[in-house]
C-alpha cells in the first residue's frame, strides 16, 4: 500500500521554467511534509518542509503548496536552474513518533 | 563536522556470503534508521532504532539484521546475501522521530552476483 504517491516520475524543464512536482497522501493523520533533494552519488538532503496548519511555505525559489482538503502538496521551483537537476522526494509522517513515509522520488533535468 | 558516516562505499559479494555496513553518526543524534534505494521504488526503510540498544522493524527487513550497541553507530548486516539485494544502502540520524530532519550519508553501492 503506497501512502505518498508523488508525480511526474521525470520531469524536463528549460532553464528559468517553473518546475512542479506533485505528491498525494492517503493518511489524514500525517501532519509532517518534508522534501529532499538529492544529487547523484550523494543521499537526500532536506529542502523544505511543512505542516497542515499553513497552505504555503516558501524559502528562496522553493515553495511547498498545501491543500488539506484534497491531501495533496507540491513542491514549486521558480527559475528553474540546471544546478537544480537532481530527484527529489516528498514524504509524510505523523508528529508521535513515526517513521517518515517517502514518495517514489521524481529525477528533474534542467536542460540550459 | 563529518555528520553520517557509511562504510563502505562500494561492495560486490557473491550469493550467499555475509557482510555488515557500518554507519557512524558524530551528531550525538538518538535515532537512525537504514533505507535501501532502487530505481522507481524511491527510499525504504529497513531497520530503524530509537536509541542505543534499540532496533525496530521498517517496511522491508527481511534479509538484514541490525545492531546499536553505541549511540554513534548503527550497523546492517546480510547474513546470507541474494541478488534481490543489490542496491544503495543509506543511513540517516535523527533528534527525534518523524519531524525533525533527517541527515544522510553518501550511501553504500552494493552488487551481489
Known amino acids: 500500500q503506497q501512502q505518498v504517491k508523488q508525480s511526474p516520475q521525470s520531469l524536463i524543464v528549460q532553464k528559468g521554467g517553473i518546475s512542479i512536482i506533485n505528491c498525494a497522501y492517503e493518511?489524514?493523520?500525517?501532519?509532517?511534509f518534508p522534501w529532499y533533494q538529492q544529487f547523484p552519488g550523494k543521499g537526500p538532503a532536506l529542502l523544505i518542509a511543512?505542516?497542515?496548519?499553513?497552505s504555503e511555505k516558501k524559502e528562496g525559489r522553493f515553495t511547498i503548496s498545501f491543500n488539506k482538503s484534497a491531501k495533496q502538496f507540491s513542491l514549486h521551483i521558480m527559475d528553474s536552474q540546471p544546478g537544480d537537476s537532481a530527484t527529489y522526494f516528498c514524504?509524510?509522517?505523523?508528529?508521535?513518533?513515526?517513521?517518515?513515509?517517502f514518495g517514489k522520488g521524481t529525477t528533474l533535468s534542467v536542460s540550459s | 563536522n563529518a555528520g553520517v558516516t557509511q562504510t563502505p562505499k562500494f561492495r560486490v559479494l557473491k550469493t550467499g556470503q555475509s557482510m555488515t555496513l557500518l554507519c557512524a553518526q558524530d551528531?550525538?543524534?538518538?535515532?537512525m534508521y537504514w533505507y535501501r534505494q532502487d530505481p522507481g521504488m524511491g527510499l525504504r526503510l529497513i531497520h530503524y532504532?530509537?536509541?542505543?540498544?534499540?532496533?525496530a522493524k521498517g517496511e522491508v527487513p527481511d534479509g538484514y539484521n541490525v545492531s546499536r550497541l553505541k549511540k554513534q553507530n548503527f550497523l546492517l548486516g546480510l547474513e546470507s546475501a541474494a541478488p534481490s539485494q543489490t542496491s544503495v544502502y543509506f543511513c540517516?540520524?535523527?533528534?527525534?522521530?518523524?519531524?525533525?530532519?533527517?541527515?544522510f550519508g553518501d550511501g553504500t553501492r552494493l552488487s551481489i552476483l
Open positions: 493518511n489524514t493523520a500525517f501532519d509532517y
Open positions: 532504532s530509537v536509541g542505543e540498544g534499540t532496533t
Open positions: 551528531m550525538n543524534h538518538e535515532y
Open positions: 540517516a540520524s535523527s533528534y527525534s522521530m518523524g519531524t525533525q530532519p533527517q541527515h
Open positions: 514524504a509524510a509522517s505523523k508528529q508521535a513518533g513515526t517513521a517518515l513515509i
Open positions: 511543512i505542516r497542515p496548519d499553513v
